[in-house]
């Protein structure tokens, strides 16, 4: 059964950095892509940023674009989200997914899309004060 476990959540004060892991068992890792999701109390779930099998290709929600980057380390089989320049507004619960890789011209569309992911951790909280 895959395994996904989400660390590295807190309290950070706005402007201010947190880095988010990923460590995922019970899977060719490498095969997979893998995504970021939160919510925030009240509000719908919402993909935050996507990675492909081999890293290659990313893609993010405009919200976050250019504050934060996903990466995924395959041989250690873990994923990672750099949080920077973080604003109240982030604050939410994140979680990480996977999906069996998704081979279709149509990757961009369905990256975000929180239906398409078989596999989910339990989340990490990540709280930013002003």
């Known amino acids: 059964q895959v395994q996904l476990v989400e660390s590295g959540g807190g309290s950070v004060q706005a402007g201010g950095s947190l880095r988010l892991s990923c460590a995922a068992s019970g899977v060719t890792f490498s095969s997979y892509d893998m995504t970021w999701f939160r919510q925030a109390p009240g509000k719908e779930r919402e993909g935050v940023a996507a990675?492909?099998?081999?890293?290659?290709?990313?893609y993010y929600a405009d919200s976050v674009k250019g504050r934060f980057t996903i990466s995924r380390d395959n041989a250690k089989n873990m994923l990672y989200l750099q949080m920077n320049s973080l604003k109240p507004e982030d604050t939410a619960i994140y979680y990480c997914a996977a999906r069996d890789v998704w081979y279709d011209v149509s990757w961009y569309a369905r990256a975000l899309d929180a239906g398409s992911y078989k596999y989910w951790g339990q989340g990490t909280q990540v709280t930013v004060s002003s």
């Open positions: 990675v492909s099998p081999g890293g290659g290709i990313t």
